[in-house]
């Protein structure tokens, strides 16, 4: 072929290109534009030691730092039942996994974890526990050292569809590292998968998993496929009936997930704020919890309209499907008494009925 006889698809093909590129952030700025905004500067913190945890970086949420658990619940959004002693957090056996409070999606998550010493037990039931991106993806947490399981669930795997590129773990008793990369799974308005979870991982700051594609959840003995979930889910540390200690957790949130922080409460606490509510303006408002959400109905004469509401807190809540956001004021026991519901730029007070 002559260098320039372009075959028919070719021509076709570079023009997708072009457009791709045309369509790249990259080029949405002129090179080297003095006005285009600068990063954020912050303090990047500092690397641990054997004996001490470092400093996370300015900008990270702390999940845990050694004080206490104020950040993480049961499951069921009731007290965490793990235990904390000399600044460590410890799984305690049969008390069930624990989970953040804050929900998250595209993140960089720090872990620092110890398996049990004197190591007890022989493949999955040695130092087992595991790192749960939004609660369904789990990062392998084991004690992999001199002790051999399946490749696709010792330490660092990607459990049950990865395996770590090498192995890199310490022996039991010293700390191990985890700088976790996460992007959450999009879905498209029909359920379908738009794009699946990508995952990258360095254990003991060695590049083990190298931003895979997660075919699902991830399970012992199954491969579920993707179902539809939220933006942003908890993430979660597994008890699976082993001593394993943890340390410096924390969690930069990442893109635009990052702007708004959102909660996941226990139900008893949701269950406080449904009720009816009438806003100054005649419309009334009635509002239930949705499994972990709470959704409401604003009804006027003719019309109505159902939102569902993401906590920010306990008492402020914001809506997805358009600019809104409700404010409760609870009395001493967490009760709503009345609410301000802003729609765009009108705030509409509303009483309990
Ligand atoms: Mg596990």
Known sequence: MKPNALCPGTSLLL???????????????????STRPHPAIIDPGTAGTADKPGRPPSDATVLFDGSSLGQWAALDGTAPKWIVKDGVLECVRDSGYIRTLQAF????????????????GTSQGRGNSGVFLMGLYEVQVLDSYENVTYADGQASAAYGQFPPLVNAARPPGQWQTYDILFTRPRFNDDGKVKSPARLTVLHNGVLVQNNVELVGPTGWLRRDPYQAHEDK?????????????????????????AKRREFVY????????????????????????????????????????????????????????????????TDDSGRAESAVLRVGPDDKPARRE
Not at 16 to 30: E, G, Q, R
Not at 105 to 120: F, M, N, R, S, T
Not at 233 to 257: F, I, T
Not at 296 to 306: C, E, F, K, V
Request: charged share 20%.
């Open 266 to 329: 226990d139900h008893a606490t949701l269950d406080k704020l449904a009720g009816s509510f009438q806003t100054n303006d005649g419309a009334k408002v009635k509002v239930m919890r949705a499994g972990d959400l709470l959704q409401a109905t604003i009804s006027y004469p003719g019309r109505s309209l159902d939102f569902l509401m993401h906590a920010e807190s306990k008492t402020r809540f914001y809506i997805r499907s358009f600019d809104g956001e409700v404010n409760f004021k």
């Open 15 to 33: 023009a997708a290109i072009v457009t791709a590129s045309a369509a790249s952030p990259v080029f949405d700025w002129p090179q080297h534009d």
């Open 105 to 120: 999606g595209d993140c960089q998550l720090h872990v620092e974890w110890a398996a049990p010493i004197p190591a007890q």
């Open 233 to 257: 889910l908890p993430l979660s540390l597994q008890d699976h009936g082993n001593p394993v200690r943890y340390r410096n957790v924390w969690v930069r949130e990442l893109g635009a997930d």
